[in-house]
Nanobody, 118 residues
Framework: VQLVESGGGLAQPGGSLTLSCAAS????????MSWGRQTPGKGLEWVAG????????GYADSVKGRFTISRDNAKETMYLQMNNLKPEDTGLYYC????????????WGQGTQVTVSS
């Protein structure tokens, strides 16, 4: 299994970034997938999740209304559109199969760094 996160970078407060997670080696379309992040202040936390057919999505309270998770099963890729970024969104973002804080973030991918700063 390989998960390749990309799209991170430096953004100003209020700015936007879109992260991608390209999967290989698993039956992507059958898995619930999630984004998580490692932040200096809170450690590793679940950010958002999406069901196999995109019917179900969920968000941490800290990002609700600002982040949107989506997926393209044909491309075996998941996305995280991040709007109205805040400095506290700074962190290393991972994708993983599963849902919640116990999803194996970091087990198969290197993550992508997001830094929000003016």
């Amino acid at each position: 299994v390989q998960l390749v996160e990309s799209g991170g970078g430096l953004a100003q407060p209020g700015g936007s970034l879109t992260l991608s997670c390209a999967a290989s080696g698993l039956s992507f379309s059958t898995y619930t997938m999630s984004w998580g992040r490692q932040t200096p202040g809170k450690g590793l936390e679940w950010v958002a999740g999406i069901g196999p057919d995109s019917t179900n999505t969920g968000y941490a309270d800290s990002v609700k209304g600002r982040f949107t998770i989506s997926r393209d099963n044909a491309k075996e890729t998941m996305y995280l559109q991040m709007n109205n970024l805040k400095p506290e969104d700074t962190g290393l973002y991972y994708c993983a199969p599963g849902w919640g804080d116990y999803a194996p973030f970091g087990s198969w991918g290197q993550g992508t760094q997001v830094t929000v700063s003016s």
